[in-house]
């Protein structure tokens, strides 16, 4: 459904502008290729007092920090991301690395291509259901992933740090003007056919778990990522643990088969599939690295340790 669609003939809600005084709306005019604009444009059609709100647009990451910096005031209690998985992983990175987990909880309004924790959250797909469920949520704690490399630079993960064929994907994706779930599918597609397995140590809880060849390693969080597949059936979002899932590498034959059970989440018990919760993770690529990605961002790294940091941001929904 459209954002259009979804909001045409909508009663008015309840939502006035008191209830948006301590709010701070931050819009990737870009994400889900242009849905995040359109998805504004309709909220503040439809609750014109959205307009005195303070808001942050924009499609550049940097200047999008540099005016939370700005921005995020002492009397400031939530931040709301319209965007997808990369706005707001972006947005809980800076909550994260600036001290402000007390004071700020953090709200999402769905605009994105793929809008994983979307999905995890259970949140409505309607702007304005959406919003309402952020004005009205009890506010939830849940856990994050800090990730430090080995050059000590630590970035944080709401939702999944991964390796393997996913940061192949990630890598390509990066480059594209036009995202969406069939060039996502696409790309997926191609990547397990022609990906060339990369081997890897990995290490949970300080005992040696895997080493070999593999063709994806998650580490998550939340259940889902790349857009739907059901990767981590047994997640939760504030156990203090995190998923570890490693797939080995698979013949083109069985690729198809294999793929529909990590989208359907019925993987875990497979001979190719290796799977347990931990608190600590430490990856080392043996040999070809393809790079990592966290959140759906494409990053480079040597070898990566990654903890489960427990009731770490406030999230509403």
């Not at 400031?76 to 947005?91: C, E, K, P, Q, T």
């Not at 393997?164 to 056919?193: C, D, N, P």
Request: charged share 20%; with cysteine.
């Amino acid at each position: 459904m459209g954002v259009v669609t979804a909001l045409q003939n909508k009663p008015r809600t309840d939502i006035s502008a008191a209830d948006l005084a301590d709010t701070v709306f931050l819009i990737n005019p870009l994400a889900g290729n242009g849905r995040g604009q359109e998805t504004w444009s309709m909220l503040l059609a439809h609750l014109p007092e959205l307009g005195n709100t303070r808001l942050i647009k924009s499609r550049n990451p940097a200047e999008a920090l540099q005016k939370l910096n700005e921005t995020l005031t002492e009397n400031v209690r939530r931040l709301v991301v319209i965007g997808g998985d990369g706005s707001l992983h972006l947005a809980a990175n800076h909550v994260l690395k600036n001290g402000y987990t007390k004071q700020v909880a953090l709200g999402l309004i769905p605009a994105g291509t793929g809008s994983d924790y979307a999905r995890i959250l259970r949140l409505s797909g309607d702007p304005l259901q959406a919003l309402h469920q952020i004005c009205t949520a009890v506010p939830r704690k849940v856990d994050v992933l800090r990730i430090t490399g080995g050059n000590g630079e630590v970035r944080y993960a709401i939702n999944t740090f991964s390796t393997g064929v996913s940061g192949w994907v990630s890598r390509r994706l990066a480059g594209l003007a036009v995202k969406g779930s069939a060039v996502y599918l696409r790309t997926t597609l191609k990547a397990f056919i022609s990906f060339e397995a990369v081997d890897c140590r990995v290490v949970v809880d300080n005992t040696p778990w895997f080493e070999g060849p593999l063709y994806l390693l998650a580490i998550t969080k939340g259940s889902h990522f790349g857009q739907g597949m059901h990767i981590s059936p047994r997640a939760s979002l504030d156990n203090g643990l995190c998923e570890v899932v490693a797939v080995e590498p698979m013949s083109r034959w069985r690729l198809p088969l294999r793929l529909c059970r990590l989208y359907l989440g019925n993987h875990l018990s497979a001979s190719y599939v290796h799977y347990r919760q931990g608190r600590t993770v430490v990856i080392e690529p043996i040999t070809n690295n393809p790079g990592f990605e966290i959140d759906g961002e494409s990053t480079d790294a040597a070898s990566v340790t990654v903890e489960t940091v427990p009731a770490a941001l406030t999230m509403l929904a």
